[in-house]
């Protein structure tokens, strides 16, 4: 089936920070989803985008939905400890919720160095 | 925290025995789900459910079966297990009309 293409795989940082990372697809979607997974746990929502160019904030974290439609962006800003772990993009294609399948991008692993 | 309780959280059991796995929920959301997480795939979809007794498979499906008899608990069954079902399973639930999918702590199941 078909997956997100999101990068980078993984990234070494030094607290305090900002971190970018990308999710994209060849294909359209309306919806688009960031989740971040603690080792050991499920995915947590962070943030949700409807509208193509649609600008999202949930405290230091940003999200954009791609003008495009076939990309989207999550950016950290002044990254702290507890920003440890693998970050998740998801995109759905209709606009039929709960029907409509999540596709997930493989994760980005962030690390925090000391 | 969405109320989604799986159990069991870890199982191992051996190769060719049936296993069921349950995932309950307290939101009395419509839609449920069952994923499974293994290294450099991410997150796939095995089975997924609209409702008491509606389910459709998704796109790693074979092996699996679900069951769901009451709104609040769907079931994934592994009618005979096989090594390459050793995987992290994780359900999810989701609300009418929105896309928010929310995610159960995981079961993870090993086959020997």
């Known amino acids: 089936g078909q997956q997100l293409n999101q990068s980078p795989q993984s990234m070494f940082i030094q607290e305090g920070e900002d971190v970018s990372m990308n999710c994209t697809s060849s294909s359209i979607f309306n919806t688009w989803l960031w989740y971040k997974q603690d080792p050991g746990e499920g995915p947590v929502l962070l943030i949700a985008l409807y509208k193509a160019g649609e600008l999202t904030s949930n405290g230091r974290l940003t999200a954009q939905f791609g003008i495009t439609r076939k990309d989207s962006f999550l950016n950290i800003s002044a990254s702290i400890p507890s920003?440890?772990?693998?970050?998740?993009?998801?995109?759905?294609k209709g606009a039929n919720f709960g029907n409509e399948k999540l596709t997930f991008g493989t994760g980005t692993r962030l690390t925090i160095i000391p | 925290d969405a109320g989604i309780t799986q159990s069991p959280r870890h199982k191992v059991t051996e190769t060719g025995t049936p296993v069921t796995l349950r995932c309950h929920q307290t939101e009395n959301h419509r839609y449920m789900y069952w994923y499974r997480q293994d290294p450099g795939h991410g997150l796939r979809l095995i089975h997924y459910s609209y409702g008491v007794k509606d389910t459709d498979k998704g796109e790693v499906s074979d092996g699996y079966s679900v069951s769901r008899s009451k709104t609040e608990d769907f079931l994934l069954t592994l009618e005979s297990a096989t090594s390459s079902q050793t995987s992290v399973y994780f359900c999810a639930i989701a609300g009418t009309g929105v896309a928010e999918a929310f995610f159960g702590q995981g079961t993870r199941l090993t086959v020997v």
């Open chain 1, 83 to 92: 920003d440890v772990g693998i970050y998740f993009c998801a995109g759905q």
